[in-house]
């Protein structure tokens, strides 16, 4: 006959054998929430940019004070590409004459303009480092849901690295800015987007960019908006083609497909006689990585292609029919005229500049969530203008 146990007994058995195989928490185990180890994990990918320039009337002046007159402006930026490849909004760099990048350690680099879309507000700086930045990990928006928790990091107020925190607000907000400046399809959150977070990644708690903040919204609190990340890299790989920046066309025209489930690109025309077509691509192929780099997107396809020189060979996998494949895609080979589809778009969309070329013309979005400050009063008024903000005077109403 066996001893009755009492379960309370076998309860503080169970607790006590559980403890003793898995370690009591820690007081730190406990505070290092999802949201924690997101934001730990994606912040060395956050840079923040602080711009210069002259105003207009000074710059064709023989005889002015750069003290005076200098304009500062700030914003945030992410790490597409290790190499020093960085996207912004275009608004944050427009008409600027001295970029400078700070990375989360600290050091500064000066940062040069690459090419810019003013339409949809994108724009990629580069900066040349020692050593390989640390790219931020991609998510997708095509499954967010409402009430999601997301976090922002930037360089609100010149605050840098600011984390701040919310939820998904709602979807597929389209603003009008004004006559020359709209969004469509935006993210919104009431994580605090503030002045200096322009170009910075809003993020999830896996730590994966779903957006990148572009506005806020003027006299309202906890209101923010933010490109889908989804729409931001079929920007993005325009903005990056090897074509346009190395005049080297590879023949692929592609499809993003992204769902919770899986990232994939998708060839869906060759180019005859190009690159890709004379290393046996074929259309329906699904490209996996190029030159050892993973290839979920366009913009993946496009930066692991990007800077490598003539004549050069590299691996391509693909999967085709159930099963991987390896060819060898020799850069810069076949006909001069196999455009690449991805490079083809209306000229008043996308703007491509030369790497060290800093002259830039756009209307800024006076709700843009940049932040520019003058030394003389009347510029400054245009300043707080251009964030969507004006001071005026209350009425005997308001002052009751």
């Known amino acids: 006959m066996f001893p009755l146990v009492k379960p309370n007994a076998v309860l503080a058995v169970v607790i006590c054998l559980s403890m003793a195989h898995c370690g009591v928490l820690s007081a730190g185990d406990v505070r290092e929430t999802p949201l924690v180890r997101a934001v730990q994990q994606s912040r060395k990918s956050v840079v923040n940019i602080h711009t210069e320039r002259m105003s207009a009337d000074e710059k064709d002046?023989?005889?002015?004070?750069?003290?005076?007159?200098?304009?500062?402006?700030?914003?945030?930026g992410v790490v597409i590409d290790e190499r020093g490849y960085i996207v912004t909004n275009y608004h944050v760099i427009q008409d600027v004459d001295v970029i400078t990048v700070t990375l989360d350690g600290g050091s500064s680099y000066e940062g040069r303009p690459v090419s810019y879309d003013r339409k949809h507000d994108l724009a990629i700086v580069k900066v040349d480092t020692p050593e390989g930045l640390t790219v931020m990990k991609m998510g997708t928006s095509s499954d967010l849901m409402l009430a999601e928790t997301v976090y922002a990091v930037g360089n609100a107020f010149g605050y840098e690295h600011t984390v701040t925190s919310g939820i998904v607000s709602q979807l597929h907000r389209d603003v009008e800015v004004d006559e020359t400046q709209s969004y469509e399809n935006l993210i919104q959150t009431d994580a605090s987007i503030n002045p200096g977070n322009s170009g910075g990644p809003?993020?999830?708690?896996?730590?994966?960019?779903?957006?990148?903040?572009?506005?806020?919204?003027?006299?309202?609190?906890?209101?923010?908006?933010?490109?889908?990340?989804?729409?931001?890299?079929?920007?993005?790989?325009?903005?990056?083609?090897?074509?346009?920046?190395?005049?080297?066309?590879?023949?692929?025209?592609?499809?993003?497909?992204?769902?919770?489930?899986?990232?994939?690109?998708?060839?869906?025309?060759?180019?005859?006689?190009?690159?890709?077509?004379?290393?046996?691509?074929?259309?329906?192929?699904?490209?996996?990585?190029?030159r050892g780099i993973q290839v979920q997107d366009g913009t993946d396809l496009e930066r692991s292609l990007l800077d490598l020189p003539r004549g050069k060979v590299v691996d391509v996998i693909v999967m085709r029919e159930g099963r991987e494949e390896t060819l060898q895609l020799t850069v810069g080979v076949g006909k001069s005229n196999a455009t690449s589809v991805a490079a083809v778009s209306k000229q008043s969309d996308v703007h491509v500049q030369v790497v060290g070329n800093s002259k830039r013309t756009a209307e800024v979005p006076v709700m843009a969530s940049s932040i520019v400050s003058e030394t003389e009063q009347s510029v400054m008024n245009r300043a707080w203008d251009l964030l969507g903000l004006r001071l005026e005077k209350l009425n005997e109403a308001e002052r009751q």
């Not at 750069?66 to 304009?71: L, P, T």
């Not at 919770?260 to 329906?284: F, H, M, N, Y």
Request: glycine share 10%; proline share 3%.
């Open 61 to 76: 002046s023989k005889f002015f004070s750069s003290k005076s007159r200098k304009v500062t402006g700030m914003g945030t």
């Open 202 to 290: 809003l993020i999830n708690l896996h730590g994966e960019v779903i957006g990148i903040n572009v506005a806020i919204r003027s006299g309202a609190q906890r209101i923010g908006f933010a490109i889908p990340i989804d729409d931001a890299r079929r920007t993005i790989a325009r903005l990056m083609s090897v074509e346009r920046l190395n005049g080297i066309p590879h023949g692929l025209g592609t499809k993003d497909v992204k769902s919770p489930e899986e990232k994939k690109l998708v060839v869906e025309q060759v180019a005859s006689e190009s690159a890709a077509d004379l290393c046996g691509i074929r259309t329906g192929d699904i490209i996996r990585s190029v």
